[in-house]
Structures are given as C-alpha cells and as structure tokens.
T-cell receptor, first 109, second 115 residues
C-alpha cells in the first residue's frame, strides 16, 4: 500500500527552529510537496523536491532523500503566524498526490 | 488571476437531501481536482479532470457522488441522498500541468454539514 507518515503535532517557541519529518512508501515517485494549511483555510503550496538535497526558500527549507523515503521541512525564525498544519504529499507513478495527515505546529511565545 | 473559487462556503443539509457544489478554477489551468478533508486528516482524493474529461475517480467514492466539468472550465460536485458521514470540507484544486512540478492551487472549500 501507499503510506505517508508525519508526526501529528509539534510545539516550538517563537524565534526558534523546527524540523517536521515525513516518511513515505509509494508506488513510484514523481516529487514531494509541502503545503501549509491554517485552520479553516485551504492548503497553500510551500515547496517541491524531486531530487535529493536541500531546497531553501527564505525561512523555509525542504530536504529530500529518495533512497530513504524521507523528507523534512525546516522552519527558521519561527513566527506566531507559522502556527498551522503542514502537509506532506508525494506524487506517485501516475502523478497522483498521496497525502499525509498533516503535522499541527503550535508556536508558543 | 483571482484564484480558485468555491461556492457555497458552507452548506447545512438534512440527511437524504441532494447537494451540489461549484468550483471555478484558475482560468488557464486545465486540470481540476476534487478532494474531501476531515479534521486532522490530509485531503482525500475524489476525482480529477483534464479539461472536460474525467480521467480518474477514487475507487472509494460512492456512486452517490458525481462530478462534471462540462466545458472544461467550472466544475460541479453533486452528492445524492446525503449521509452524516458525508460531512466534511470539500476542496477543489487546479493546476496547469501535474505531469511536472506544477503545484495545486486550492480553493477555500465548501464545508458540508449533514444533520
């Protein structure tokens, strides 16, 4: 079967750094996406990785290791507005997205 | 580009009634997706269209659910004989070409409550 695993909830402090992990087992791989979703709102695109390594975009970075079926999203200089759910999604061999359940990130002052 | 638009934002209906939701994708996007999401879960794939053609439908999807995209622009999702288990957020998303790294652009969803 196809499976995406990520922690259910994480807590971090404003100004700190947090790493949200995602492991996956899918039939084929055509890239991994991270989305941010604030409560009651639509998911919004953060990053895409298809090759191994780190992609940096401002305060957010995303890492991929295809051999390990592993990715992480790194958030630096945390702000209160970063409190949200972070969804990991993998495009399978048919380019269909397989979604994780999301990681709820709570930022404390 | 006004983004993906979904209507209505909220729908409360009684069990057994039919409901229809509408999605207007970003105009130049040729792919349109419907997802369902419940609290604490990721989006669950329902169906998608390439232009007006419905290319895939989830095997888990009841035959009470039907979707159309008649002219390759807006789409409708209809649920017949609603059940309480249908209560969820229904999300529409569009993309230009998902065979590449084109991300999905989501609408704000329609929250359905079946009483």
């Amino acid at each position: 079967g196809q499976n995406i695993d990520q922690p259910t909830e994480m807590t971090a402090t404003e100004g700190a750094i947090v790493q949200i992990n995602c492991t996956y087992q899918t039939s084929g791989f055509n890239g991994l996406f991270w989305y941010q979703q604030h409560a009651g709102e639509a998911p919004t695109f953060l990053s895409y990785n298809v090759l191994d390594g780190l992609e940096e975009k401002g305060r957010f970075s995303s890492f991929l290791s295809r051999s390990k079926g592993y990715s992480y999203l790194l958030l630096k200089e945390l702000q209160m507005k970063d409190s949200a759910s972070y969804l990991c999604a993998v495009a399978d061999s048919n380019y269909q997205l397989i979604w994780g359940a999301g990681t709820k990130l709570i930022i404390k002052p | 580009d006004t983004g993906v638009s979904q209507n209505p934002r909220h729908k409360i209906t009684k069990r057994g009634q039919n409901v229809t939701f509408r999605c207007d994708p970003i105009s130049e996007h040729n792919r349109l997706y419907w997802y369902r999401q419940t609290l604490g879960q990721g989006p669950e794939f329902l169906t998608y269209f390439q232009n007006e053609a419905q290319l895939e439908k989830s095997r888990l999807l009841s035959d009470r659910f039907s979707a159309e995209r008649p002219k390759g622009s807006f789409s409708t999702l209809e649920i017949q004989r609603t059940e309480q288990g249908d209560s969820a957020m229904y999300l529409c998303a569009s993309s230009f070409d998902s065979s590449y790294n084109s991300p999905l652009h989501f609408g704000n969803g329609t929250r359905l409550t079946v009483t």
